[in-house]
């Protein structure tokens, strides 16, 4: 069974900084693309970033109001993908959810980290 | 940038009918890289197409995706009780990767 666990969501300050975990199981981890979505309370979905495999590099693309704030990094060692977000907005305060990434879809989902950005 | 329009906002129905929900994009897209999902309140969402007409993974068959070009169309062809939630396209391209429509929710008449 496919699994992805987030973690490490929380309350903060504009400008702050946090980091969210995934930890995958239940498919080739190391071989697999890995996203980050989120979603403002109430809001649709806005994609936010993705990871390469290790043998491409991990290389890293984000979307454009995230782009320069936000890092993701993946440890295969540990089944575990991370979103590092710096300088904190009150706009990004929402759920993010970690996914597998599918021939350009997210075909598994985890249940989700909350944010808070608040003064 | 590619814009993903839904239509309609929301559609009321009743269990048994049929639903068809659109998503039309700014300009042509490729309809490998489109996708439809589910999500219901409190929960994740959850792939239904991809491809613009495989389903995936232990998706029921009343559940149908067509279209190409600008134009898509996800069926559900006789709703069951637990269909009733909020649907979003999605689009896979350069910049940004991931599109998302702003969704259609379906709810019970």
């Known amino acids: 069974e496919v699994q992805l666990v987030e973690s490490g969501g929380g309350l903060v300050k504009p400008g702050e900084s946090l980091t969210l975990s995934c930890v995958a199981s239940?498919?080739?981890?190391?071989?697999?693309?890995m996203n980050w979505v989120r979603q403002a309370p109430g809001k649709g979905l806005e994609w936010v970033g993705r990871?390469?495999?290790?043998?491409?590099?991990?290389?890293?693309d984000f979307a454009a109001p995230v782009r320069g704030r936000f890092s993701i990094s993946r440890d295969d060692s540990r089944n575990t993908v991370s979103l590092r977000m710096n300088s904190l907005r009150v706009e990004d305060t929402a759920v993010y959810f970690c996914?597998?990434?599918?021939?350009?879809?997210?075909?598994?989902w985890g249940q989700g980290a909350l944010v808070t950005v608040s003064s | 940038e590619i814009v993903l329009t839904q239509s309609p906002g929301t559609l009321s129905l009743s269990p048994g009918e049929r639903a068809t929900l659109s998503c039309r994009a700014s300009?042509?897209?490729?309809?490998?890289?489109l996708a439809w999902y589910q999500q219901k309140p409190g929960q994740a969402p959850r792939l239904l197409i991809y491809?613009?007409?495989s389903r995936a993974s232990g998706i029921p068959d009343r559940f149908s995706g067509s279209g190409s070009g600008t134009d898509f169309t996800l069926t559900i062809s006789r709703l069951e009780p637990e269909d009733f939630a909020l649907y979003y396209c999605?689009?896979?391209?350069?910049?940004?990767?991931?599109?998302f429509g702003p969704g259609t929710k379906v709810d019970i008449k």
């Open positions: 996914t597998k990434d599918y021939f350009g879809s997210c075909d598994y």
């Open positions: 239940g498919f080739p981890f190391s071989v697999s693309w």
């Open positions: 990871v390469k495999r290790n043998t491409e590099g991990a290389t890293t």
């Open positions: 300009q042509s897209v490729s309809s490998s890289y």
């Open positions: 491809g613009a007409s």
């Open positions: 999605q689009h896979y391209d350069n910049s940004p990767l991931f599109t």
